[in-house]
């Protein structure tokens, strides 16, 4: 157990420094100067030559990532020179709404994926619906079902909000349920196949015979031998799931005009701001990195062959 | 009463969308603290035949004829009769235990769940675990019940398949091959401890093996199962003194001896047919050094001779012969 988190936090670290450098390098190769967009519409020469040295726009690459690397390590982020704020300002306002979205998200995939899938796997009539319904599901990409939700519940019935996040939970709710609908929808489909398949594939296995000869009652059966083991195979997935969470959040926070890190990332990357992209940048790596590490562990608890030699 | 009674049992199992008959005739009944030995080739039908009797077959199958358990018709038994049945009056041991127990839970957990399921309570099922798993010579049965499947040896697993079946206090122990998947010098073992747990339990037992000799050894009476067809039931002492049925003669023949592994002297020639292409007259026909005309026109049925039953035409007159030289020299 030790073994494993201790790996995952060296793999953790050498992730995120590949990652910073990697980011850092793409926006500084990226056309376009942030000194003409800082400047505004009236851009002298003697402004824009102004603006970079304060900003210390012409030093050399590795000048600049390595004083971004010590401030990060001293725990400052940087300032974004757009908003002339500490990006941690700057993330604390907008961490929040894409937190909520995302887990929003994740509950129903979960909750909707595993019931879907285990339904039709063990209701021959139920099942053919759900398979001819996730196979669509699966190939609705998120910015689709966003304007198709919009245009459906918010303009024509008019039950869900256009635009933004709210504030208090039961109006993030309300603001959020249709933009964690629109990122749910592909990867609920996705779960409900596994899913499916993973129960398909522990109903045939003997020991579930076994539990049947015995007289254990079907719901036992199917929640301690059936369900209990095709977890194993959906967790080791899910980390997959959380990958594509964080892509589609940026597309759906853009959507519904959602302030979140998501469609932060997007406005400072087109404004070349290089504290904020490189903060986000590294909170979304970081986040796929630490759940795929969660989900490494809930294996463990999960599979007790995978303990052994591994503890 | 007899404990299972089981009449002109026949199986179809759905194949490809079609219905195929893997046990065409079987008639079976098991008395009390008897021990029955199934035998016959693979693919002969002995699991379907001992997993029709606690409705464990593949789903869609169909089942033709009565099983009866202590008079009780197993096939019309509803979800809470079957649920009892299950949980009271029978208990099966499985061939492979790594695959028959579940890997992600303990030991523990496997052994109680059957008890748990019944209503008892958890200290008292704690106790009549441990002390079946000492029973069956399973050393620290506290420290097991906290294991894994994996932790354990496949001996020491079929040990535990074992105590859970024992565990319930079963009048019927179906037994599919229980040593067949472990090594040797574990096989005896086993068997040793399954015929001594048995015998002072006074439990019935269908006992499922390829293996004839070891039927022998350890059941009352003997069953012959080929391509789907009760042949021969008798005795387990009358096996080597009075042959009968030249299929069992046959399978006597042509078991490898465990000390010297050398082919001794024939196998059956031909290869066994599966009971879905079994034609018109004996099954065993094609392979039989002793068929005759009528043979291949007509089905011999199971009838009774001495203390048992044979399904062959030429019964009477082949039973010196068979006796005499278990390899069929030929045909008159
Ligand atoms: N699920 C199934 N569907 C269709 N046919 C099956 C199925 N399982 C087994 N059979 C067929 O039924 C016949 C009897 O099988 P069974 O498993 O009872 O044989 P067996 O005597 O136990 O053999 P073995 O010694 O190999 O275990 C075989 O011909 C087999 O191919
Ligand atoms: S009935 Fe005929 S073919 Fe069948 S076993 Fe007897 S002698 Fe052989
Ligand atoms: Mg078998």
Redesign the interface.
């Known amino acids: 157990m030790w073994k494993v988190i201790g790996e995952r936090a060296v793999s953790l670290v050498v992730t995120l420094l590949v990652a910073s450098v990697g980011i850092y390098g793409a926006l500084f190769l990226a056309p376009g100067n942030p000194a003409t967009l800082l400047a505004g519409g009236h851009a002298t020469p003697a402004v824009l030559a102004t603006i970079e040295r304060t900003e210390h726009l012409n030093e050399p690459f590795f000048t600049r990532y390595w004083d971004w690397l010590v401030g990060v390590l001293h725990g400052n982020l940087g300032q974004s020179f757009v908003y002339r704020e500490p990006v941690t300002t700057l993330l604390a306002g907008r961490v929040g709404n894409t937190v909520f979205l995302v887990l929003y998200a994740a509950t129903l995939i979960i909750a909707g994926g595993v019931v879907l899938g285990l339904l039709a796997a063990l209701d021959r009539r139920a099942g053919a619906a759900i398979t001819v319904l996730t196979s669509v599901g699966l190939g609705i990409p998120s910015f689709v079902a966003a304007i198709a939700l919009i245009t459906v519940f918010s303009v024509k019935l008019g039950w869900f909000p256009v635009f933004g996040s709210g504030t208090g939970l039961l109006s993030q709710l309300w603001h959020l349920t249709l933009p964690a609908v629109a990122l749910a929808i592909s990867w609920t489909a996705y779960t409900a196949q596994l899913t499916k398949a993973a129960v398909r594939e522990e109903l045939g296995r003997e020991h579930v015979e076994t539990a049947r000869s015995r007289g254990i009652s079907r719901r036992h059966v199917i929640l301690r031998h059936v369900l209990r083991n095709a977890m194993i195979p959906i967790t080791t997935v899910s980390g997959l799931t959380v990958a594509g969470l964080i892509a589609g959040d940026v597309v759906v926070e853009q959507a519904f005009g959602i302030n979140g890190l998501g469609s932060f990332l997007v406005q400072s990357t087109l404004q070349k701001d290089f504290a904020s992209v490189q903060a986000v940048s590294l909170i979304l790596v970081a986040t796929f990195v630490i759940v795929n590490g969660l989900v490494d562990l809930w294996s463990l608890v999960l599979d007790p062959r995978l303990r052994t030699g591994r503890a | 009463m007899n404990v299972l009674e089981i009449n002109h049992l026949a199986v179809e199992l759905p194949v490809e969308g079609a219905l195929r008959r893997v046990l065409h005739d079987v008639t079976l009944s098991i008395g009390p603290g008897e021990a029955v030995g199934l035998v016959g080739e693979s693919g002969a039908g002995k699991s379907m035949a001992s997993r029709a009797v ?1 409705r ?1 077959l593949p789903a869609g199958a169909a089942v033709h004829g009565d099983i009866r358990y202590s008079g009780d018709s197993v096939l019309a038994m509803d979800r809470a009769a ?7 009056d029978v ?2 041991v ?1 061939q ?1 235990p790594r ?7 303990t030991i523990g ?1 496997f052994l109680l ?2 008890l748990l ?2 209503g008892e309570r958890r200290d008292d099922a704690r106790a009549a675990v441990i002390a079946v798993l000492a029973a069956v010579g399973v050393s620290e049965p506290e420290r097991r019940l906290r294991q ?1 499947p ?2 354990l040896s496949g001996g020491l697993l079929q040990r535990v398949m074992i105590a ?1 079946a024992l565990a ?1 206090s079963p009048t019927l122990l179906l037994a599919d091959e229980p040593t067949t998947a472990l090594d040797v010098t574990t096989q005896s073992d086993v068997m040793v401890i399954l015929d001594a747990r048995r015998r002072e339990r006074g439990l019935a037992m269908l006992f499922v093996t390829h293996d004839l000799e070891l039927a022998a050894a350890v059941c009352d009476r003997i069953a012959v199962l080929y391509a789907g067809f009760l042949v021969e039931d008798a005795p387990a002492g009358d096996l080597h003194r009075n042959l009968r049925h030249p299929y069992t003669a046959g399978l006597l023949a042509s078991r490898p001896d465990p000390v010297a592994p050398r082919p001794r002297l024939a196998a059956i020639p031909g290869r066994p047919l599966s009971a879905f292409e079994v034609g018109a007259g004996c099954a065993f026909a094609p392979r039989c050094a002793f068929a005759v005309e009528r043979c291949h026109l007509e089905r011999p049925e199971l009838r009774v001779l001495d203390a048992g039953r044979v399904a062959c035409h030429r019964a009477e007159e082949l039973a010196g012969q068979l006796a005499l030289s278990p390899t069929p020299g030929g045909s008159e």
């Open positions: 606690i464990l079957l649920r009892h049945f299950r949980t009271h208990a099966m499985f492979d695959a028959h127990i579940n890997p992600v839970r957990d769940e059957a399921e019944r894994f994996h932790e859970a319930v």
